[in-house]
């Protein structure tokens, strides 16, 4: 309205919600905002003071928090000096509050502890199976205590996704544990993939550099599964609405979690027929199985470790064990920002990182043979056993490596033929 005179307004962005009052009130997506500011040169951005330490984890500009806008224009206009806001990174991520779920808590169960720490060293994949009342949910919501921590790029994407749908807390700068999303199986193909009338991420995007755990997998809708398949394969999700196409990151690690059959025993024990058994089992297809790298085995607990005393390892004794193989992988794959994990390895990633001795083939051949794995199954498998031998510090492949990663692919033939 050219009611300010002032040389400062080209420098500066200008960000918040006006209330009939004058006062400046927080809005949703403040990172993503502070970015553009950035790319575009401003000087500063002007922003609601609970946004203000959010904007403050982009460098190289100034970000001025106000109240009201009589304090915005008096400093736009240079009345008055408002000190820009200023957060430490390397305080934010290096302090990092320890989460309360913790594997000690987790009786007996030593073997799927194992099968969970492989699958958090090489970032795969997970499908726990079992009845209920084995500990599944427990131990995937304790499986993000011993992921290596967020970097600085990690929780920066992650913050601007959080931000976008209005989930950051009041005065918070940065998400800084990995994201822990467990939608409800009711959820639709947009609650997942994302959507509405301008496209927003869903929970997939909400999991991005994160877990999606997806309790009673064979309750959700066959096409919501279906959905997932293409995320899995390319770490993003696409999503076209008439208001426009956006493409979200959503390069998470699935962990779902099931009972063998309606009735939750194994089907050898079940009281269901072998058409209900397969009705249930037949919502998870062939290709989205394929897609998993780990199914895991969730046995009944004894009593005698229920009622022990003896705890078993903490989390962050598996974490530093966890760190120290991802550490190696990416060493191994610095020339390469494709490439974080062993379980994103390409096709040609995988023929130089992934090679195998007499031995290791003969297995691998008996497995096709035995189990009836795909092309796609066999890749998986290489890409465990590489993640095996990283968490035993050996360079090289060898045959127990593929005979322990061969083992997560049993319960195929146990329950699905």
């Known amino acids: 309205s050219e009611q300010m005179e002032t040389s400062l307004l080209p420098h500066y962005m200008i960000v918040g919600e006006l209330a009939l009052t004058g006062a ?17 040169g401003k000087r500063g951005i002007l922003v609601p003071r609970v946004n203000a330490h959010e904007a403050a984890v982009v460098r190289g500009i100034d970000v001025i928090p106000v109240q ?9 206009e240079e009345q008055v000096s408002i000190p820009p806001c200023k957060v430490d990174l390397a305080n934010l991520l290096g302090h990092v509050t320890d989460m309360d779920l913790d594997f000690s808590d987790v009786k007996g169960q030593e073997s799927v502890k ?18 209920p009342g084995t500990g599944k949910s427990m131990l995937a919501k304790r499986l993000p205590g011993i992921l290596p921590p967020l970097t600085l790029d990690e929780a920066l994407e992650t ?7 209005g989930l950051m807390e009041s005065g918070q700068a940065l998400v800084t544990h990995r994201p822990f ?21 869903g929970e997939i995007s909400l ?7 997806l309790d009673e997998l064979p309750e959700f809708r066959r096409s919501v599964l279906e959905t997932l398949r293409q995320p899995l394969e390319e770490g993003k999700v696409t999503i076209s609405r008439a208001a426009g196409t956006m493409t979200f990151p959503a390069s998470f690690m699935l962990v779902a ?22 009705n249930y089992l037949g919502r998870i297809s062939g290709p989205l199985l394929d897609r998993i790298d780990l199914h895991i085995e969730v046995p009944t607990v004894p009593f005698d470790k229920i009622s022990g005393m003896e705890a078993g390892e903490s989390s962050e004794q598996i ?4 760190i120290a193989a991802r550490n190696i992988q990416l060493r191994r794959f610095a020339q390469s920002k494709a490439i974080m994990s062993n379980a994103n390895m390409s096709s040609r990633a995988l023929k130089v990182c992934c090679q195998l001795d007499e031995a290791s083939l003969d297995l691998m051949k008996q497995a096709m043979a035995h189990v009836g794995l795909s092309a796609r199954a066999y890749d998986r498998i290489l890409k465990v056993a590489r993640t095996i031998a990283d968490l035993a510090q050996q360079e090289h492949i060898h045959s127990d490596h593929v005979m322990e990663a061969i083992q997560f692919r049993e319960l195929d033939r146990q329950i699905w033929t």
């Open 24 to 40: 400046v009130r927080p809005v949703k997506g403040i990172l993503p905002i502070a970015l553009r500011a950035q790319k575009e």
């Open 207 to 213: 999991a991005h550099n994160g877990i999606l755990f």
């Open 114 to 131: 194992r099968a969970l720490e492989i699958a958090a060293a090489g970032g795969h994949n997970v499908l726990l199976i079992g009845p």
């Open 319 to 322: 974490r530093q064990r966890v």
């Open 257 to 278: 979690a099931m009972n063998p059959t309606p009735d939750g025993k194994m089907p050898d024990e079940s009281r269901c027929s072998p058409r209900e058994i397969q």
């Open 68 to 76: 009201n806008l009589r304090e915005a224009a008096n400093f736009l």
């Open 181 to 201: 999303r467990k939608p409800h199986h009711t959820a639709s193909d947009a609650g997942l993939l994302g959507g509405n009338v301008h496209p927003s991420p």
């Open 159 to 165: 913050t601007k996704i959080h931000s976008t749908v």
